[in-house]
């Protein structure tokens, strides 16, 4: 079975741009968890999609938004990024979430603005 | 709200001696406990999880944790380090109620030769 992919590995952005990542979780996964990581803030939880919608959220501006498709791929996007934006972004997939429910992590995506 | 703290942000053991990587945790209900383990450029790999079935919690690559009520405690062990185990560790929490997992700041574990 795949393992949670994530689109792109890499990326290279300008201050004031937008930039949207995808997130492919593990077949018969509903659950699809984004985090950023920082050394500075560790991994923070930006918010959670179960069956396209928005279960929970962390205390992000905004700015930061995602979604989830039927397929239960998701896609997370930045408006007018900042320096500030710049971390690895973690995509995380589970069965359904909460209960203990083991979460299963992409290599993530590494953000660089400039 | 729930948050787990773990103390020492790097830990140095040399190859074959103990490894004790602490976490505790806060919850204001029966928590469920975890320890992933990061390699450099990599995502996060689950090493074990705490679910309230059994207080030793057995892992991979040979790594146990232990659920301690009392002390709000659940720390990671092995009883001899190899090298490969150079790597980051983070305790993590999340409720029963939703999929809201808390990572806490890492530990960076060195082994020496």
């Known amino acids: 079975k795949a393992g949670v992919t994530q689109t792109p590995r890499y990326l290279i952005k300008t201050r004031g741009q937008q930039v949207t990542l995808s997130c492919s979780p593990i077949?018969?996964?509903?659950?699809v968890s984004w985090y950023q990581q920082t050394p500075g803030q560790g991994l923070q939880f930006l918010f959670e999609?179960?069956?396209?919608?928005?279960?929970n959220k962390g205390n992000f501006p905004g700015r930061f938004s995602g979604r989830q498709f039927s397929n239960s791929r998701s896609e997370m996007n930045v408006s007018t990024l900042e320096l500030g934006d710049s971390a690895l972004y973690l995509c995380?997939?589970?069965?359904?979430?909460?209960?203990?429910?083991?979460?299963?992590f992409g290599p993530g995506t590494r953000l660089t603005v400039t | 709200a729930q948050s787990v703290t773990q103390l020492g942000s790097h830990v140095s053991v040399s190859e074959g001696a103990l490894v004790l990587l602490r976490c505790n945790y806060s919850?204001?209900?029966?928590?469920?406990l975890f320890w992933y383990v990061q390699y450099p450029n990599q995502g996060l790999q689950l090493l074990l999880k705490y679910t309230s079935a059994a207080t030793l919690v057995k892992g991979i690559n040979g790594f146990e944790a232990e659920f301690k009520k009392s002390e709000t405690s659940f720390h990671l062990t092995k009883p001899s380090a190899h090298m490969s185990d150079a790597a980051e560790y983070f305790c993590a929490v999340s409720s029963n109620t939703a999929n809201d997992m808390r990572f806490g700041a890492g530990t960076r574990l060195t082994v020496k030769p």
């Open positions: 999609y179960f069956s396209e919608t928005q279960r």
């Open positions: 077949s018969g996964h509903r659950s």
């Open positions: 919850s204001s209900v029966p928590p469920y």
């Open positions: 995380a997939s589970s069965l359904v979430g909460g209960s203990g429910d083991e979460q299963y």
